[in-house]
């Protein structure tokens, strides 16, 4: 009988592949536990950040040149006009861009303007004190996000021009889509903002659901692309809950923040500086638990598969796969419970914002 192999496994193959990759590419054939370590540490620190350049793994050939498999990205500075450049000219962070006469550093992630030898000063706390342009380069990130706007946008058109075609019965994606759009609908908007307003808020309520669900779903596979574990993302998100919120919050809303009814005067005053902070703590909340959830599960997983490399034995190395394995079938889950409680806290805030009350 052949077995059958899923998707999942092949991910977890392409992980311990790129363990090995970036180990050789970093340290060698390192033998001490210390060093495997090391390796370890440095290779979930690698995964978790964004980049210049699209690099899927990298590999040392045999005449000691490193190789690297990807494609670099547009780098965008302004600094004292607009700078566009490729970020192969940073070669991996290991070169200094000259663009201009003006010289760039990519140093941990970030590009510092620097001079012809690529000189990093620092403070007493060792930080770095030299000149950062803006950044609106299109880093890794990025360049999800614009994937998954037009991964949206095709499904959602479709799924439209299905059911002007069929006469409201969709066809081919739209079947796939229909019964998340309805759940969307009938089990997060109605109950929680109402038959009267609901409608207002499902445009966006579906765009942050499928946008959540799909990027932590690329968050799984062994790219490299995490977004929602950067917490810019997150914030952005949030921000903009809060926004919708505050805007669409009506005379009871706030009446209910700064003078509650039926509260005597004086416990009015002390309440009313906790309920106002209250508004910031909650999309607070959405940012840190959307941010927190995903980049532990990723950490977690990739510590796991670290593992494999520090047992060096059958019966370690083969637990710690299996673990893995497990733990990333349930990440499955937790990318879509994650987009999930996103939409229905934010439809909850929405409801509370618009709620009516019949005071006597």
């Not at 706390?125 to 950062?132: I, L, P, Q, R, V």
């Not at 614009?146 to 739209?174: D, E, Q, T």
């Not at 968050?219 to 952005?236: E, H």
Request: hydrophobic share 45%; aromatic share 14%.
């Amino acid at each position: 009988m052949r077995r059958k192999i899923t998707v999942k496994t092949i991910t977890l193959l392409l992980l311990l592949v790129s363990f090995v990759t970036y180990g050789q590419e970093e340290h060698g054939h390192a033998d001490s536990g210390s060093d495997r370590a090391s390796e370890v540490k440095a290779y979930i620190q690698h995964h978790l950040k964004d980049s210049y350049d699209f690099n899927l793994f990298s590999w040392t050939a045999d005449s000691g040149e490193e190789k690297h498999f990807g494609f670099p990205l547009p780098v965008i500075l302004w600094d004292g006009g607009l700078k566009v450049f490729s970020s192969s000219k940073f070669h991996h962070g290991e070169t200094v861009a000259e663009v201009d006469g003006n010289y760039y550093k990519n140093y941990h992630g970030k590009i510092y303007k620097t001079d012809a030898e690529g000189t990093i000063t620092y403070d007493n706390e060792h930080h770095a004190t030299n000149e950062k342009p803006l950044d609106f380069s299109i880093t890794k990130n990025v360049l999800l996000i614009m994937m998954v706007f037009a991964i949206m946008f095709f499904m959602f058109s479709r799924m439209a021009k299905s059911y002007k075609k069929n006469g409201g019965m969709p066809k081919g994606m739209g079947r796939f889509l229909e019964p998340i759009v309805l759940y969307v609908r009938d089990e997060i908007a109605r109950p929680n903002i109402g038959e009267k307003h609901y409608k207002r808020y499902m445009s966006y309520l579906l765009t942050v659901f499928f946008f959540v669900w799909i990027v932590n779903l690329f968050g799984l596979t062994p790219i490299g692309m995490n977004v929602t574990n950067n917490i810019a993302v997150t914030l952005c998100l949030a921000l903009i809950t809060y926004i919708i919120t505050t805007v669409s919050g009506n005379k009871n809303y706030w009446k209910h923040i700064f003078w509650m009814p039926g509260v005597p005067v004086p416990m009015k005053i002390i309440l009313a500086p906790i309920e106002l902070l209250g508004t910031f703590i909650k999309p607070f909340a959405l940012m840190i638990r959307l941010y927190a959830n995903i980049t532990a599960g990723h950490v977690v997983i990739m510590s796991i598969i670290g593992m494999i490399f520090l047992f060096q034995n059958w019966l370690g190395s083969g637990l710690s796969f299996l673990l893995a394995f497990v733990l990333a079938i349930l990440e499955l889950l937790v990318a879509a419970l994650q987009a999930y409680i996103f939409t229905v806290l934010s439809a909850l805030y929405f409801g509370m914002a618009v709620e009516e009350h019949d005071h006597h």
